[in-house]
């Protein structure tokens, strides 16, 4: 674990745009090809989502998903070295403007997005641009690597949030301006989801996003980016997952919960190569 925390610190400072992101890529990414982490798991969840497609696309996928991850690894780096360039790797798309409205009227909202893109990339866009952004993050087991995240996302400008925390806590921060990110496209625990719709198939969800929006009286709003190239991003933001009326409170976060699927369903389309296929979404 030392070395790694070695090596870490050492690629904070020299990574950057140009061959030396690119000796990072090659690098991990050619480690990915050969090793294939988590394969079976990835190629699984593509054949279930795209129950149309062929061996021979869910594995260009997958291998353009590891090609993703590499360069993730290497903008990330490039990032710590100097926060204020990701101003610079954006470009603002559809419907931006709504986060510089609440931002302006000092309104809170909750990001809802996912592991699409690079969301690390993303989380420290939203802090550099200046929206009051907080991010609901799991603590890592080891101290180790949890002093090392947490001093990245310090540098950053990101302040977190323990999923722990009581929810108290975020409601307060909610109304009083904040912006809280959650990413909300991983499979529940059964004590804190529902099942909802996730690519036509029935998914553990966790509904911290729409219960939070409803007990702060905020919007929900569906952000996602993703690479048109190295250290070129584009950000989009949709219109805030709808609130139904007359209904119970259980009722109304269980709909809300099933439109935050499809909105997530929507971005990852766009470019599947780009979300987090590793994860185990499904039960199978």
């Known amino acids: 674990m030392r070395a790694l925390l070695w090596l870490v610190r050492f690629l904070d400072g020299w990574v950057r745009p140009g061959w030396r992101s690119r000796t990072v890529r090659n690098v991990l990414g050619g480690l990915l090809s050969t090793l294939h982490p988590r394969s079976g798991v990835a190629l699984r969840n593509l054949q279930a989502a795209y129950p149309e497609s062929d061996e021979a696309w869910r594995r260009q996928i997958l291998g353009k998903l590891y090609e993703h991850i590499a360069w993730s690894t290497a903008e990330y780096f490039a990032l710590q070295r100097n926060p204020e360039e990701v101003l610079q790797w954006f470009s603002p798309g ?31 866009w939203l802090a550099g641009r200046g929206y009051p ?13 949890e002093e090392m995240t947490e001093a990245h996302r310090r540098r950053v400008g990101l302040v977190t949030i323990s999923k722990n925390e009581h929810m108290k806590k975020v409601v307060d921060l909610l109304r ?12 529940a625990s059964p004590p804190e989801g529902i099942m909802a719709p996730f690519f036509g198939i029935p998914s553990l969800t966790y509904v911290g996003a729409a219960a939070l929006g409803i007990l702060a009286g905020v919007p929900v709003v569906p952000v996602a980016s993703w690479r048109k190239e190295p250290f070129r991003h584009e950000i989009v933001a949709s219109a805030p997952l709808c609130v139904p009326q007359g209904m119970a409170r259980s009722e109304i976060i269980s709909k809300m919960t099933e439109e935050a699927n499809l909105r997530i369903e929507e971005f990852v389309r766009q470019n599947p190569e780009q979300w987090l296929w590793l994860h185990r979404r499904w039960d199978f």
């Not at 419907?95 to 302006?104: F, K, P, R």
């Not at 952004?133 to 690597?145: A, E, G, Q």
């Not at 301006?177 to 991983?186: C, E, K, R, S």
């Open 176 to 187: 009083k301006g904040a912006f809280v990110g959650i990413l909300a496209d991983q499979k």
């Open 133 to 145: 952004i907080h991010s609901i993050v799991r603590r890592h087991d080891d101290p180790l690597m």
């Open 94 to 124: 559809r419907g931006v403007e709504l986060l510089d409205d609440y931002a302006a009227r000092k309104k809170g909202l909750i990001v809802l997005t996912a592991h699409l893109g690079n969301w690390e990339l993303l989380a420290g």
